[in-house]
């Protein structure tokens, strides 16, 4: 039998849809093939673990793996080390930001960008982490990805920094004028669906897919995401839906110079 913790995690007000996506998708992937689904498990955080046995295990495990990402495993980092997680616990802490990788053996770890670093990589020196969080839309379960900076197995412990290509996105967001939504817990159905029903599609240039459940929509630039908002919401209940309007973030940044 293989057992496989997966890097993504099910969460929010559709978190039992969003699991339940999960499992269609790897029983359609295995259909045809000698593998079965022997159990599709979630933890407290949401985080998916999958068992398979079958002769074809060995293939289908690999595959998914592809598909959506291995959590680590804490013996296998090291400084230099890059993995995927998402943001946890924003605003709880002053001294960095907390990234959920996936790790939960021998317990729950998550890994740290401590404020010094937090500060300069985003060259806001001066910024608490909650106000740098909140200025550049860094909330709980967005995709981020990191570089492991260092490991401490006795404590234990993960510091780490924010990749470039994480940097690098959100510089990008914030030159362009194309004012986005990030919508976090849901599927590329229901966004779409929601859209439709409020004949919103045409006022998206883009869909950017951030992570296995979410998304970033570029609006077309004659459009403010906030009316996007005020029209879909509703049909999203309980789904974050975060603003990023470059100009602000811009606006805000000449302000504090």
């Given at each position: 039998?293989?057992?496989?913790?997966l890097s993504v995690h099910t969460y929010g007000t559709y978190r039992q849809l969003l699991l339940r996506t999960v499992k269609t998708s790897i029983s359609s992937f295995i259909t045809g093939l000698d593998a079965k689904l022997v159990s599709l498990r979630t933890d407290s955080a949401g985080r998916l673990s999958v068992s398979l046995e079958g002769e074809d295990e060995e293939f289908a495990a690999n595959a998914l793996a592809k598909q959506?990402?291995?959590?680590?495993?804490?013996?296998?980092?090291?400084?230099?080390?890059?993995?995927?997680?998402?943001?946890?616990?924003?605003?709880?802490?002053?001294?960095?930001?907390?990234?959920?990788?996936?790790?939960?053996?021998?317990?729950?770890?998550?890994?740290?960008?401590?404020?010094?670093?937090?500060?300069?990589?985003?060259?806001?020196?001066?910024?608490?982490?909650?106000?740098?969080?909140?200025?550049?839309?860094?909330?709980?379960?967005?995709?981020?990805?990191?570089?492991?900076?260092?490991?401490?197995?006795?404590?234990?412990?993960?510091?780490?920094?924010?990749?470039?290509?994480?940097?690098?996105?959100?510089?990008?967001?914030?030159?362009?004028?194309?004012?986005?939504?990030?919508?976090?817990?849901?599927?590329?159905?229901?966004?779409?669906?929601?859209?439709?029903?409020?004949?919103?599609?045409?006022?998206?240039?883009?869909?950017?897919?951030?992570?296995?459940?979410?998304?970033?929509?570029?609006?077309?630039?004659?459009?403010?995401?906030?009316?996007?908002?005020?029209?879909?919401?509703?049909?999203?209940?309980?789904?974050?839906?975060?603003?990023?309007?470059?100009?602000?973030?811009?606006?805000?940044?000449?302000?504090?110079?």
């Amino acid at each position: 039998m293989k057992h496989l913790a997966l890097s993504v995690h099910t969460y929010g007000t559709y978190r039992q849809l969003l699991l339940r996506t999960v499992k269609t998708s790897i029983s359609s992937f295995i259909t045809g093939l000698d593998a079965k689904l022997v159990s599709l498990r979630t933890d407290s955080a949401g985080r998916l673990s999958v068992s398979l046995e079958g002769e074809d295990e060995e293939f289908a495990a690999n595959a998914l793996a592809k598909q959506w990402g291995i959590a680590p495993k804490l013996q296998d980092l090291s400084p230099g080390v890059v993995s995927r997680g998402w943001l946890v616990d924003i605003g709880k802490v002053g001294f960095g930001l907390y990234v959920d990788i996936g790790i939960c053996v021998p317990q729950a770890i998550d890994a740290l960008v401590p404020l010094y670093r937090v500060r300069e990589q985003f060259e806001m020196h001066d910024k608490s982490a909650r106000a740098i969080a909140s200025k550049l839309v860094l909330v709980n379960d967005l995709p981020v990805e990191i570089t492991v900076m260092k490991v401490d197995a006795g404590t234990p412990t993960i510091d780490a920094e924010f990749t470039e290509y994480l940097l690098n996105r959100i510089t990008s967001w914030t030159l362009d004028d194309h004012e986005r939504l990030i919508v976090l817990g849901v599927t590329k159905e229901m966004l779409e669906h929601a859209l439709s029903k409020t004949r919103h599609l045409e006022d998206i240039f883009a869909v950017e897919q951030l992570g296995p459940f979410e998304y970033s929509l570029m609006c077309k630039r004659s459009t403010h995401a906030s009316g996007i908002v005020a029209a879909i919401g509703p049909r999203l209940r309980g789904v974050p839906i975060h603003l990023f309007v470059p100009k602000n973030i811009r606006g805000e940044e000449h302000a504090s110079t």
